[in-house]
């Protein structure tokens, strides 16, 4: 099935790009690669969340065999199966009873584990920056010193007879991190709704607040929040250059900013757009009419521009003037996401009691910040004002 979606997508995407890079394509055939593209990005919905599922299972399969494996640091260990905490998120819904609503032999108030898993499903529906950078967790949100430390500009010299070695220490720097409180509303269902045992209650709440979390996660990793606690991702990446035109990006400045990037950086560098950018490119040919724009079955959902990856940001802006719709770098050593704990959802018994309905909301802590220690593995691409 998952193979046989990817290979759907391909073909769209291939038979979009031959129209599109014809010189004398119609109307009627661009409006038809419009809509192959877009039938294409509804597979990659498709394919994100068969692929997360895919895992899912097997993650499952190895925890229910033999002993459990080891947990992050700070997380508890989850011996339940899923069927039980399913069981019991439903039986919280309904009741609002909390008192079996634990899990491991902490006794800590019921935050459903198993949310995660179905967050992550729903996370590429929103492009996959918010997971490709890097993730750090920690149990709690207290402000935390992130050190960093340069040390490029030392290396080993040639040192004469008798000569004293001078002192050359790293260049050492730190970020302070500090967690902004996220929620995701109110949701309000009908006691009726919460009575009918034929309605899969785990399944829909979850998937709802999974789309408001990771819509809202991955609008503040790109335009960041009031607070600065989350720190907008341009803000993290350093100038790489200014395209000639205001309106589109020639093949010459594409190389220019692959050139224009650290080479330590490469082998794990992506490129940051959103799906319209990325449709554009499938338009754009080298010097010798090949396109730079290569679907590809193989690469984990992720297409390829000069044989480096592509990261799809929804919240990234248009090619426009004075824009920057690329990005292009390390995501893991520019930038850290950090979350703190799991998300908590809380039931509202008795604020909509006189409608008949109970309220149920979703909290959690995040942050973001830049790691740039001062060799900068992000750089953009800024169109002409």
Do not use: C
Request: net charge negative.
């Amino acid at each position: 099935m998952l193979n046989t979606l990817k290979t759907q997508r391909t073909k769209l995407l291939l038979d979009a790009q031959q129209i599109v890079i014809k010189k004398d394509a119609t109307t009627e055939e661009r409006t038809s690669a419009k809509a192959m593209i877009a039938d294409a990005d509804l597979l990659d919905e498709r394919i994100a969340l068969e692929e997360r599922i895919a895992k899912n299972d097997s993650e499952s399969e190895v925890r229910s065999a033999g002993r459990p494996p080891r947990g992050i640091p700070g997380e508890n260990a989850d011996a339940t199966s899923l069927d039980e905490k399913r069981a019991a998120f439903v039986n919280y819904m309904r009741t609002g009873e909390t008192r079996d609503l634990v899990t491991g032999t902490t006794g800590a108030p019921f935050i459903p584990q198993g949310f995660s898993s179905t967050l992550t499903e729903a996370a590429k529906l929103w492009g996959q920056l918010a997971v490709s950078v890097k993730q750090l967790r920690t149990a709690t949100g207290e402000p935390m010193r992130i050190p960093l430390a340069n040390d490029t500009n030392n290396a080993f010299t040639l040192l004469g007879e008798s000569l004293p070695v001078s002192e050359a220490d790293p260049s050492l720097s730190g970020i302070l991190s500090q967690v902004d409180k996220i929620q995701g509303g109110i949701v309000k269902v009908s006691r009726e709704m919460l009575a009918d045992s034929y309605f899969d209650l785990d399944s829909w709440l979850r998937g709802e607040f999974a789309k408001r979390y990771w819509r809202g996660v991955s609008s503040a990793i790109r335009n960041g929040t009031s607070t600065g606690n989350v720190a907008a991702i341009t803000s993290v990446a350093v100038a790489g250059i200014t395209t000639v035109s205001p309106t589109q990006i020639a093949y010459p400045e594409i190389a220019t900013i692959v050139g224009n990037l650290e080479s330590a950086y490469l082998p794990s560098a992506s490129w940051v757009m959103s799906s319209a950018t990325r449709a554009y490119f499938l338009g754009v040919v080298d010097g010798f009419g090949r396109p730079l724009y290569v679907p590809s079955v193989n690469t984990d959902n992720l297409d390829r521009i000069l044989s480096i990856p592509v990261v799809i940001d929804q919240f990234a802006p248009a090619i426009a003037a004075g824009t920057t719709p690329i990005l292009l770098g390390s995501l893991t050593d520019a930038y850290t996401l950090r979350s703190v704990g799991e998300i908590e959802v809380l039931r509202l018994n008795e604020r909509y009691s006189d409608t008949y309905e109970v309220g149920f909301q979703a909290f959690t802590r995040v942050s973001g910040f830049g790691t740039d220690a001062g060799t900068h593995p992000l750089i953009k691409l800024t169109m002409h004002a």
